[in-house]
């Protein structure tokens, strides 16, 4: 379906012309005539479908079909997500798509002053978009009221839900006016989005547009095992010999993370970090970098990279696998995005194998797996056995608790 059959007032339908596209995806010709006739919806579709523009597009032309003025302190729309740079990346978005409207888009994090942001509030936002927690010290501060708040959009729900923001959004959801519209998007469905949905939607419809908590079709996935200890070089050897043009990397830790670095620093690949630890303008940059080619490698950890929109990803790496299977999904997320196909390659050691058959059964896919030559992993038992064989003899538990209760006495 084209965008062009939807009628849409003019200044979007310029946009949406600048931004290039024409044919709408899935999401968006099944969410927005519904969105559009302020229907609350509850979608589950996963990063990278094109889901901003599903809600921004009809949630801007209702706004245009009722003009109101930009009011200050009291906005008209109310986008929620998990993290920083999800909420920055959505007001990069959406404000493209606004555009060329008088509509005005700010988003709002942490880590950055309070006062900034109040000021923008004093002078009128009409879209406002945040991280649940920074929204409620603007709140606590009458920074803002949210009574005049039309529309509410909640961006990967299920991870807001993971990240333990539960009453947060509730709390913010239930200032907003009685008479909302409220779009709610999770890439996995839980009893907890359902419980969610129940309290806050209102006769809404349902739109699947993936299999449930299931990856990207598009992605091809490869695991290749390998020692703990070997992976920096695996990645160099790999990152070598397929001429890997652009590849996000994901780690479990802020400390792997560092320590990946460190080794692509040593062969010369462009590469940053991206983790909690670092500032929020480096951590901008990273990205920007990034995107704009200047970086070969971004390595990421879960919470950081939380749906960064990077285009034609080729590649995504589990340096580490994810603990939850669900989170392997969302980080692949961000390959094969808009219908071109994208690998996923997991680096697991022998203590990562749990993490397989999770996100196997998830997927409903056995992974293929390459064994690279150099870098096979030893056979657990044979090393137990081997390591045994050459163990001192140590004395046992009892005695040592012996020597320990008469220490005491
Ligand atoms: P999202 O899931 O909203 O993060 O969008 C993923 C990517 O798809 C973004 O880079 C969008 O610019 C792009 N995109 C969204 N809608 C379309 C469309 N109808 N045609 C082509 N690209 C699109």
Known sequence: MKFSALDLAKPLEQAIFACGYEDMTPVQSQSIVHARRGKDLLVNAQ?????????????????????????????????????????????????KYAQFT?????????????????????????????????????IALNHLTLAQVEFVVLDEADRMLDMGFISDVLNIVERTSEKRQTLLYSATSSPAVNELCHKILNNHKEIRVSKVNAAADTVKHVIYPVEESRKIALFNALFKEHNWFQVLVFTSTKEQADRLMQGLKASKVPAAVCHGDKRQGARRRAIADFKSAKLQVLIATEVAARGLDVQGLDYVINY?????????????????????????ISFVSREEERSVERIESLIGEKIERIVKPGFEVSDRKSLLRSVSKHRKPHKSNKASKTVISKKKR
Do not use: C, W
């Open 102 to 138: 008088t509509l005005t888009v700010t988003a709002f994090y942490g880590g950055v002053k309070l006062t900034g942001q109040a000021s923008k509030l004093n002078q009128g936002v009409d879209i406002l978009i945040s991280t649940p927690g920074r929204l409620l010290e603007h």
């Open 320 to 344: 580490n696998m994810p603990y939850l299977a669900e989170d392997y999904v969302h980080r692949i997320g961000r390959a094969g995005r808009a219908g071109n196909a994208g690998h996923a």
């Open 47 to 95: 990063t990278g479908t094109g889901k901003t523009a599903a809600f921004a597009i009809p949630v801007l032309q209702q706004m245009l079909d009722t003009p109101k003025g930009t009011q200050a302190k009291a906005p008209r729309a109310l986008i929620l997500t998990p993290t920083r740079e999800l909420a920055e990346q959505l007001a990069q978005t959406i404000s």
